[in-house]
């Protein structure tokens, strides 16, 4: 079983900035596709942005160019890096750890962000 912990989430304008982080319990980090997803009031869970065990990262259209993934596996951690918000980025964001073992992954417990003036 792996523990997911996310953390950073909050109130902000609209244009500023969060970064979140989801750290990861076990020492098997590295062996884990990472993800964060979202979900709003009244909508389905979607994927943000995701990296890869080796570093690659995708992301959603509508996030390309202000959000930025990344992770840290010596600290067993990933990373959200969110700037230029929007209303419409106000959700729920969650954390995603997929082992290749475990199809689906674990989930954190999710962190609210709402940007508003």
């Known amino acids: 079983q792996v523990q997911l912990v996310e953390s950073g989430g909050g109130l902000v304008q609209p244009g500023g900035s969060l970064r979140l982080s989801c750290a990861a319990s076990?020492?098997?980090?590295?062996?884990?596709?990472m993800g964060w997803y979202r979900q709003a009031p009244g909508k389905q869970r979607e994927l943000v942005a995701a990296?890869?065990?080796?570093?690659?990262?995708d992301y959603a259209d509508s996030v390309k160019g202000r959000f930025t993934i990344s992770r840290d596996n010596a600290k067993n951690t990933v990373y959200l890096q969110m700037n230029s918000l929007k209303p419409e980025d106000t959700a729920v964001y969650y954390c995603n750890a997929e082992p290749p073992w475990k199809r689906g992954g674990y989930w954190g417990q999710g962190t609210q962000v709402t940007v508003s003036s």
């Open positions: 076990g020492s098997a980090f590295r062996l884990y596709a």
């Open positions: 990296i890869t065990t080796g570093g690659s990262t």
